[in-house]
T-cell receptor
Framework: GDQVEQSPSALSLHEGTGSALRCNFT?????VQWFRKNSRGSLINLFY???GTKENGRLKSAFDSKERYSTLHIRDAQLEDSGTYFC???????????FGSGTRLLVSP | EAAVTQSPRSKVAVTGGKVTLSCHQT?????MYWYRQDTGHGLRLIHY???????EKGDIPDGYKASRPSQENFSLILELASLSQTAVYFC?????????????FGPGTRLLVL
C-alpha cells in the first residue's frame, strides 16, 4: 500500500540554525501536506502543495511528485518551532491520507 | 479560516466504560475523519464519512464505532474502552475532490483509559 517514509525521526537544532525534513513516497502522490503538532497537542496546517515550492516566513516546502519526495526546510530556528512535524499525502484511495511517522524537533538556546 | 472543534479536549475513562468523542465542523465539508495518534507513529485512520448518516471503516476500525448524524457532526464511540485505546484522537474535515483537499484538523482529544 501507500507508504510515507519521513526522516529524520528526531532533530535537535540550536536557535538560529536550520535544517530540512524529508518525506519519501513509495508511489506517486498528487499532493503533500505538512503539519506541526504544537506544545498544546494541536495540529497546525503549515503547507499544502500540489507541486513546486511554497514559503512562509522561515519555513519553505518543496514537492516533487515525479521524484516522489517532499521537503520542509526550517531556517533561523526559534524555540517556538519545537514540536513534532508530520507530512501527509492523499493515498491512492483518494479520500484517504497517509501520514509520515513524524519528526520531533527540539530547538535549544 | 476553517474550523473544526472537538469535545472533550481530554478525558479519563475506565476500562470497559463507554466513551464518546464529538467533532463539529463549520467548513461545509463533505468528508470527516477520525484518527488516532500514538507516540512515534503518524496518524492512523479509524473511521471516516463522506455523507451524513453514513460511515466507513478506516485502517484500524476495531473497537470503535462512528456516527455522522449531520454534515457538521461526527462522533467516535468506544463501547468498551480498553487500555490500548489510550491515545490522542484527531478529527478532521476536508472537501475532498477539489483542487485543495486540505485536511483541517481539530485540536485533538487526549484520552486516557485506566
Amino acid at each position: 500500500g501507500d507508504q510515507v517514509e519521513q526522516s529524520p525521526s528526531a532533530l535537535s537544532l540550536h536557535e538560529g540554525t536550520g535544517s530540512a525534513l524529508r518525506c519519501n513516497f513509495t508511489t506517486t502522490m498528487r499532493a503533500v501536506q505538512w503539519f506541526r503538532k504544537n506544545s498544546r497537542g494541536s495540529l497546525i496546517n503549515l503547507f499544502y502543495l500540489a507541486s513546486g515550492t511554497k514559503e512562509n516566513g522561515r519555513l519553505k516546502s518543496a514537492f516533487d511528485s515525479k521524484e516522489r519526495y517532499s521537503t520542509l526546510h526550517i531556517r533561523d530556528a526559534q524555540l517556538e518551532d519545537s514540536g513534532t512535524y508530520f507530512c501527509a499525502a492523499p493515498g491512492t484511495g483518494g479520500y484517504k491520507v497517509v501520514f509520515g511517522s513524524g519528526t520531533r524537533l527540539l530547538v535549544s538556546p | 479560516e476553517a474550523a473544526v472543534t472537538q469535545s472533550p479536549r481530554s478525558k479519563v475513562a475506565v476500562t470497559g466504560g463507554k466513551v464518546t468523542l464529538s467533532c463539529h465542523q463549520t467548513n461545509n465539508h463533505d468528508y470527516m475523519y477520525w484518527y488516532r495518534q500514538d507516540t512515534g507513529h503518524g496518524l492512523r485512520l479509524i473511521h471516516y464519512s463522506y455523507v451524513a448518516d453514513s460511515t466507513e471503516k478506516g485502517d484500524i476500525p476495531d473497537g470503535y464505532k462512528a456516527s455522522r448524524p449531520s454534515q457538521e457532526n461526527f462522533s467516535l464511540i468506544l463501547e468498551l474502552a480498553s487500555l490500548s485505546q489510550t491515545a490522542v484522537y484527531f478529527c478532521a474535515s476536508s472537501d475532498w475532490g477539489t483542487n485543495q483537499d486540505t485536511q483541517y484538523f481539530g485540536p485533538g482529544t487526549r484520552l486516557l483509559v485506566l
